[in-house]
């Protein structure tokens, strides 16, 4: 089996840290030293076709946790604390409920163990629209983004996944084919009958739709002991918006 890519920082207590959807464990990496910083070894994960890690045609959360559990016991990590954002929360998720006993405690970012329609097709095509044979820099990739994209912010999120595959052509770090097709299953709720029942904490941007106070009974039927926090004037991607807030708030619960 292969083993996911990550990168290790600090010591102490482990910590495994999973990034969103097209994302990979760079975009972790500020917070992730501050962490190490406060006493813990931190493991930013690049997840199954991300970042630097393989690429597979099988995609699916049962078998993204199982890729965890792989990196844990290669690692000899007998239990960590887990903190996942979005598509990486979903993993943490099944992770908790189906291996207990390797999860001290849980932090999910801005995601519920519901159904979530596909919703990131227009990215993907945009992505797939690059011409990168014949870019010549960043901000010609930037400039080609832009004629589908029109957020900054989401665009040069997406530019991190941008490398030189050999001198004088780009590539990209995401499995593309593979994640156009599986759009089914990176929305794909948690199985009603999974339940962890260890320390959890939801965080969730208070601009964001993506945990509605609906989805509170649904959390808690799944994570019983479940705190939620709200961060005010952050979106989706909390963590980057209100780095600040997002680090307190995860270290009051990591260190309780």
Same mark, same amino acid.
């Given at each position: ?9 600090? &010591? ?124 010549? &820099? ?53 199985? =009603? ?47 980057? =918006?209100?780095? =600040? ?12």
């Amino acid at each position: 089996m292969e083993l996911l890519h990550s990168n290790i920082l600090g &010591s102490g207590i482990p910590l495994i840290v999973l990034h969103g959807f097209l994302g990979m464990s760079d975009n972790w990496k500020t917070l992730g030293k501050k962490y190490a910083d406060q006493g813990f070894e931190v493991h930013l994960i690049d997840q199954r076709n991300h970042g630097r890690s393989f690429w597979s045609d099988v995609f699916d959360y049962p078998t993204m946790a199982k890729d965890l559990l792989h990196y844990m016991d290669s690692k000899n990590l007998d239990e960590a604390i887990v903190l996942g954002h979005s598509m990486g929360g979903k993993t943490a998720m099944q992770l908790a409920c189906t291996r207990t006993e390797r999860v001290s405690k849980l932090l999910v970012a801005d995601i519920a163990p519901r159904h979530y329609p596909p919703h990131h097709q227009y990215i993907l095509e945009a992505l797939e629209a690059l011409p990168l044979a014949q870019l010549q &820099s960043r901000t010609e990739a930037d400039e080609a983004l832009a004629i589908h994209l029109d957020n900054w912010g989401i665009r040069q999120f997406l530019l991190k996944n941008l490398y030189w595959k050999s001198p004088g052509e780009f590539g990209l770090r995401i499995n593309l084919g593979v994640l156009k097709t599986k759009m089914q299953e990176i929305g794909e709720p948690l199985p =009603e009958a999974m339940i962890y029942e260890g320390p959890t904490l939801f965080l969730r941007g208070g601009a964001s739709d993506y945990i509605a106070d609906e989805d509170l009974p649904l959390i808690r039927h799944h994570f019983p002991q479940a705190k939620l926090i709200t961060l005010d004037g952050a979106g989706h991607w909390l963590h980057a =918006e209100q780095p =600040e807030a997002f680090l307190e708030s995860s270290l009051d619960f990591m260190k309780s």
